[in-house]
């Protein structure tokens, strides 16, 4: 696992949309549900008509978790869902990128979030930890 300025991700090998798939299911079982994903490619083709590399936005959201933080900061909706992309890079392996909850709602100054961000930031781990397993980087060809 790596970490961004803002977030922390792996690389896998594998099928682009399988790796997709996996992350969504892997997303499910830490109790997130998918209310965006956006098809980067696809839209900047339509747009302007331009060949970009595989890429999705997903917007997962925890329900409870995103309930209680908005019980706490009621604009806190700006900074929500808790955005994951899954891109290939140019050797053709996925990467699959978590925000760092810590980090995204550490701007809005309110330390009660503080244990929200920690509890979503920790089963984010837990989503690429066991995609890390399923498809580690090296242990499959391109399919």
């Known amino acids: 696992m790596y970490n961004t300025e803002y977030g922390y991700g792996i690389e896998v090998e594998g099928n682009f949309d399988d790796v997709v798939q996996q992350t969504i299911d892997a997303l499910s079982n830490e109790g997130f549900g998918i ?49 994951v992309i899954v891109y290939e890079t140019e050797e053709r392996k996925c990467r699959v990128v978590a925000v760092d909850p810590v980090k995204n709602l550490g701007i809005v100054g309110n330390k009660d979030l503080a244990p929200v961000a920690e509890t979503i930031k920790q089963k984010m781990i837990t989503v690429l930890e066991s995609l890390e397993k399923r498809v580690p980087a090296g242990t499959q060809g391109g399919e």
Do not use: W
């Open 35 to 83: 209310l965006s994903d956006i098809d980067v490619k696809a839209t900047l083709r339509k747009k302007l008509d331009i060949d970009f590399r595989q890429y999705r936005i997903l917007g997962a959201c925890n329900p409870p978790y995103a309930h209680q933080a908005l019980e706490m900061e009621i604009e806190l909706g700006l900074l929500l869902p808790c955005n």
